[in-house]
């Protein structure tokens, strides 16, 4: 089954403790993508990758890392949280020739104290 | 910068109303536009896509249409069920690699 997973779905984390959200994606996707969800706020891009090693930041890129060494693989990082990051986490994936046409994992809850 | 907008934010309905969704967006020069629908503990599902050359795009009991020169685009949901109780979001593609979504609009049928 052509999925997008994410992990874990939900975290509860303290001020300033590192911590990593996993992406995988099983389509062979050149296209992988973070969004953060916020009420009031839709959904704002963090961080694409077009392909492995290449990279580029969204629309609020601050606080956040990612990398990209393997095709299936989109980690999120947070090397320091912050209670402002406490949101709702997408990854989500799509064919390079169609980005129009992007699969969505099913989210991750972070709450930062 | 391209803002997407979405009114109301919440909508509650009895079965079997239509629904009327709506979305606007400030910059018309977009690739296309999708509609998107969000259930709890869930990913998102796209519905259908319009692109700009298009007017409308139609899926079963979903309609939706697109005015890019006025900014505008609507979803209609006929004969609604409780099972079309989600939140809809509405997302614009500039013809990047970014779509710019609104904050949705929460939609509860009521048996």
Same mark, same amino acid.
């Given at each position: 089954?052509?999925?997008?997973?994410?992990?874990?779905?939900?975290?509860?984390?303290v001020?300033?403790?590192?911590?990593?959200?996993?992406?995988?994606?099983?389509?062979?996707?050149?296209?992988?993508?973070?969004?953060?969800?916020?009420?009031?706020?839709?959904l704002? =891009?963090?961080?694409?990758?077009?392909?492995?090693?290449?990279t580029?930041?969204?629309?609020?890129?601050?606080?956040y890392?990612?990398?990209?060494?393997?095709?299936r693989?989109?980690p999120?990082?947070?090397?320091?949280p912050s209670?402002?990051?406490?949101?709702?986490?997408?990854?989500?994936?799509?064919?390079?020739? =169609?980005?129009?046409?992007?699969?969505?994992?099913?989210?991750?809850?972070?709450?930062?104290? | 910068?391209?803002?997407?907008?979405?009114?109301?934010?919440?909508?509650?309905?009895?079965?079997?109303?239509?629904?009327?969704?709506?979305? !606007?967006?400030? *910059?018309?020069?977009?690739?296309?536009?999708?509609?998107?629908?969000q259930?709890?503990?869930k990913?998102?599902?796209?519905? %259908?896509?319009?692109?700009?050359?298009?007017?409308?795009?139609?899926?079963?009991?979903?309609?939706?249409?697109? *005015?890019? !020169?006025?900014?505008? !685009?609507? %979803?209609?949901?006929? /004969?609604?069920?409780?099972? *079309?109780s989600?939140?809809? %979001?509405?997302?614009?593609?500039?013809?990047?690699?970014?779509? !710019?979504?609104? /904050?949705?609009?929460?939609v509860?049928v009521?048996?």
């Amino acid at each position: 089954e052509a999925q997008v997973t994410q992990n874990p779905r939900y975290l509860i984390t303290v001020t300033g403790k590192k911590l990593t959200v996993t992406c995988s994606q099983n389509m062979n996707h050149e296209y992988m993508s973070w969004y953060r969800q916020d009420p009031g706020l839709g959904l704002r =891009q963090i961080y694409y990758s077009m392909n492995v090693e290449v990279t580029d930041k969204g629309d609020v890129p601050e606080g956040y890392k990612v990398s990209r060494k393997e095709k299936r693989n989109f980690p999120l990082i947070l090397e320091s949280p912050s209670p402002n990051q406490t949101s709702l986490y997408f990854c989500a994936s799509s064919d390079k020739n =169609q980005l129009d046409t992007q699969y969505f994992g099913p989210g991750t809850r972070l709450t930062v104290l | 910068k391209q803002e997407v907008t979405q009114i109301p934010a919440a909508l509650s309905v009895p079965e079997g109303e239509n629904l009327v969704l709506n979305c !606007s967006f400030t *910059d018309s020069a977009i690739y296309n536009l999708q509609w998107f629908r969000q259930d709890p503990g869930k990913g998102l599902t796209s519905l %259908l896509l319009i692109q700009s050359s298009q007017r409308e795009q139609t899926s079963g009991r979903l309609n939706a249409s697109l *005015d890019k !020169s006025s900014g505008r !685009s609507t %979803l209609y949901i006929a /004969a609604s069920q409780p099972g *079309d109780s989600a939140t809809y %979001l509405c997302a614009v593609n500039p013809n990047d690699y970014k779509l !710019s979504f609104g /904050a949705g609009t929460t939609v509860t049928v009521r048996a």
